[in-house]
T-cell receptor, first 114, second 117 residues
Framework: GAVVSQHPSRVICKSGTSVKIECRSL??????MFWYRQFPKQSLMLMAT?????????EQGVEKDKFLINHASLTLSTLTVTSAHPEDSSFYIC??????????FGNGTRLTVT | AQKITQTQPGMFVQEKEAVTLDCTYD???????LFWYKQPSSGEMIFLIY??????QNATEGRYSLNFQKARKSANLVISASQLGDSAMYFC??????????????FGQGTTLQVKP
């Protein structure tokens, strides 16, 4: 069964609004979660590493004020796309690591900004 | 420079036949891990197989096997007895550093596999 739950799976919002995406680890504590972005038929690009209790580490070129990450508990990380624009439309997917096991991914969120 | 390279944007295979998906990588870290994930059209990322840089034997998981050639820095995925449900996008990924680190993965460009009936 799923070990990482991501919500919502799809969201459509108007330009200028903010959207929050949740990533939950089920039945385990994830001190580190990762947020990826994927454009159609392209690879996954790491946006940021979410660390419980501390600030997220953003990859080069990712605007931290645009993509707010909060990892307030050991089972929940949130990504908020602020003041969304059509170019932010994409597939966002989170992952979490369970000890030495491979990363487990959520089912992703398809964001469409109109 | 690309750290993970998948040179096959698309591949076709006949049902029940085997197919090899190519992956080459570049790292100077002696400790690393290589992963293959399957992404169907629904978008979920499904873990298939893992190979550690110090593993002596090639990894196998059911119909999936990883042809690990360390000197060539390649980690090709072999799918035996292809099924229609294998049609999906496949990603090769690398984690640099030992397994005890945070686990950040770098992904290749992906290969779209289509299985023909």
């Amino acid at each position: 069964g799923a070990v990482v739950s991501q919500h919502p799976s799809r969201v459509i919002c108007k330009s200028g609004t903010s959207v929050k995406i949740e990533c939950r680890s089920l039945d385990f504590q994830a001190t580190t979660m990762f947020w990826y972005r994927q454009f159609p038929k392209q690879s996954l690009m790491l946006m940021a590493t979410s660390n419980e209790g501390s600030k997220a580490t953003y990859e080069q070129g990712v605007e931290k004020d645009k993509f707010l990450i909060n990892h307030a508990s050991l089972t929940l990380s949130t990504l908020t796309v602020t003041s969304a624009h059509p170019e932010d439309s994409s597939f966002y997917i989170c992952s979490a690591r369970i000890r030495d096991s491979p990363l487990h991914f959520g089912n992703g969120t398809r964001l469409t900004v109109t | 420079a690309q750290k993970i390279t998948q040179t096959q944007p698309g591949m076709f295979v006949q049902e029940k036949e085997a197919v090899t998906l190519d992956c080459t990588y570049d790292t100077s870290d002696p400790s690393y891990g290589l992963f293959w994930y399957k992404q169907p059209s629904s978008g979920e990322m499904i873990f298939l197989i893992y190979q550690g840089s110090y593993d002596q034997q090639n990894a196998t998981e059911g119909r999936y096997s990883l042809n690990f050639q360390k000197a060539r820095k390649s980690a090709n995925l072999v799918i035996s007895a292809s099924q229609l449900g294998d049609s999906a996008m496949y990603f090769c990924a690398m984690r640099e550093g030992p397994s005890g680190n945070t686990g950040k993965l770098i992904f290749g460009q992906g290969t779209t596999l289509q299985v023909k009936p």
